[in-house]
């Protein structure tokens, strides 16, 4: 088993930035890719960036690209991600997932086998 526990939400203006930290625990050896999805008020939960174990690879949602950074740190178990440029339509609970299993749908909530409790952004105008 993983756990997961998101940490760094808050509420900020339009322009501001924030990162979210996800810290892992129990065998984070047997997770091989780790994302970020968001969920907004009235809205199915979204798919917003991964990155594989090595980090070689990271994958963005069209809406954030060039504006959130993911990251990862193996040797604290933890996760990051930076959100610069926010904006209202970020506003959401943001989740930290992780993936046992290789897949190339980093995109798909069913690939992740792994949630925490997720940490809510709001960003005012």
């Known amino acids: 088993q993983v756990q997961l526990v998101e940490s760094g939400g808050g509420s900020v203006q339009a322009g501001d930035s924030l990162r979210l930290s996800c810290a892992a625990s129990?065998?984070?050896?047997?997770?091989?890719?780790m994302g970020w999805f968001r969920q907004a008020p009235g809205k199915e939960r979204d798919f917003v960036a991964a990155?594989?174990?090595?980090?070689?690879?990271?994958y963005y949602a069209d809406s954030v690209k060039g504006r959130f950074t993911i990251s990862r740190d193996n040797a604290k178990n933890t996760l990051y991600l930076q959100m610069n440029s926010l904006k209202p339509e970020d506003t959401a609970v943001y989740y930290c997932a992780a993936a046992k299993y290789l897949s190339t749908r980093y995109y798909d909530q069913l690939m992740y086998s792994y949630w925490g409790q997720g940490t809510q952004v709001t960003v005012s105008s």
């Open positions: 129990g065998r984070t050896s047997s997770t091989y890719r």
């Open positions: 990155i594989t174990w090595s980090a070689t690879n990271t």
